[in-house]
């Protein structure tokens, strides 16, 4: 039986925004508001080192936390990006998902997961973390989820990146 999961259920935990220097900082406070719950959205201006950044916006990494869940639990998936031009910068992030078994199939239990579109504006030389928490439903037979993002701007990609989730 396939399920349907918008992605607006896939529980958009938090938005955080720091400065480049204070990626760690900004990792950290991230987790705390995502662990508690709130959605949140904190905000410092940044400053992209010089030859640190190429393009519109560059993403910085993807990755799940924690990268292995069981069924019937949850992982926060994180995006963190910098805008490396002087000028705001409009971006929508395409978050996609695919939960697949051993052999690369659609598994039982799981859903299928839709896509989900977040507008994020990047101030000028800004360093923005994105998150999004996805659940494992205890009747999925899935040994791993794939999540796909793609930022782009009037229709033009400026960067993707993937993250995989290993279920045992």
Known sequence: MLRRLPFAKAKAKATATATATAAVTAATAAAALLASGAPAVAAAPAVAAVGACSGVVQINGFLFNPA?????????????????????????????????????????????VDPFLRSVVFAPHQFV?????????????????????????NGVQLGQASAVLTIV
């Open 68 to 112: 292995q869940v069981s069924p019937g639990q949850g992982s926060t998936a994180t995006l963190t990006a910098t805008n490396c031009t002087g000028l705001s910068q409009p971006v929508t992030e395409t978050w996609y998902g695919r939960f697949t078994d051993a052999a690369g199939g659609f598994p039982q239990g799981c859903p299928v």
């Open 129 to 153: 973390a994105s998150a999004t928490t996805y659940e494992v439903l205890a009747g999925c037979l899935a040994t791993r989820l794939t999540v796909t993002v793609t930022l782009s701007q």
